[in-house]
């Protein structure tokens, strides 16, 4: 069972561009992290919600937490070249396990110059 | 100074083989992970070991062994290898629980053939 869709899958767009990436669940989470991975390397946490409702900036980068804590996006103004990635959304504390995220299947970006 | 360090970057091995990843961290954290992350992206945990406490998924076949001299390496033996174990296995650590960063290291592509 996926507890957290990503959507979309693949999203291909233009430099200058604005784009969303959306992760939802049905389950509640304690908190919602969101990683970057490139081509042959680890993913790296970009950042942490934890309150329903939170939204944090990051330069470029708009991160929201559902009120009710089951969903999640990432919104970037002025795509950049170095934007491109998989992004991966990942749900911690589902079902009370401790130190377990889960992960979502990721959204591949392509920014094209 | 690599925070998370994994070896070998790559394993190419024949089906049947026991084989070992070596894992270790830096950063003085408590928590060690092993992920696999299969062709489509999926990461998915496999282990998470806490001080000296093992937490085993019961997905994970028990042909995958992790074993923890001390609490700056976590390493992942896999006896009788098969097709489906080709994959890429990333270590990670933090410090505390689910909903703290996540280090991850470079990870290793392993392909069983």
């Known amino acids: 069972t996926q507890l957290l869709e990503q959507s979309p899958q693949f999203l291909s767009i233009q430099e200058g561009e604005n784009l969303t990436v959306y992760c939802n669940s049905s389950s509640v989470f304690s908190s919602l992290q969101w990683y970057r991975q490139e081509p042959g390397e680890g993913p790296v946490l970009l950042v942490t919600?934890?309150?329903?409702?939170e939204v944090k900036k990051l330069k470029r980068l708009t991160f929201q937490f559902g009120d009710a804590r089951k969903d999640s996006s990432l919104h970037i103004t002025a795509a950049q070249t170095g934007d491109t990635g998989l992004y991966l959304c990942?749900?911690?504390?589902?079902?009370?396990?401790?130190?377990?995220?889960?992960f979502g299947k990721g959204t591949k970006l392509s920014v094209k110059p | 100074d690599t925070a998370v360090s994994q070896t070998p970057k790559y394993l190419v091995t024949q089906m049947g083989n026991d084989k070992s990843i070596k894992c270790e961290q830096n950063l003085g954290h408590d928590t060690m992970y092993w992920y696999k992350q299969d062709s489509k992206k999926f990461l998915k945990i496999m282990f998470s070991y806490n001080n000296k406490e093992l937490i085993i998924n019961e997905t994970v076949p028990n042909r995958f062994s992790p074993k923890s001299p001390d609490k700056a390496h976590l390493n992942l033996h896999i006896n009788s290898l098969e097709l489906g174990d080709s994959a890429v296995y990333f270590c990670?650590?933090?410090?505390?629980?689910?909903?703290?960063?996540?280090?991850f290291g470079p990870g290793t592509r392993l392909t069983v053939l």
């Open positions: 990942a749900g911690g504390g589902y079902g009370g396990s401790q130190g377990n995220l889960i």
């Open positions: 990670a650590s933090s410090q505390g629980g689910a909903r703290e960063k996540q280090f």
């Open positions: 919600v934890v309150t329903g409702g």
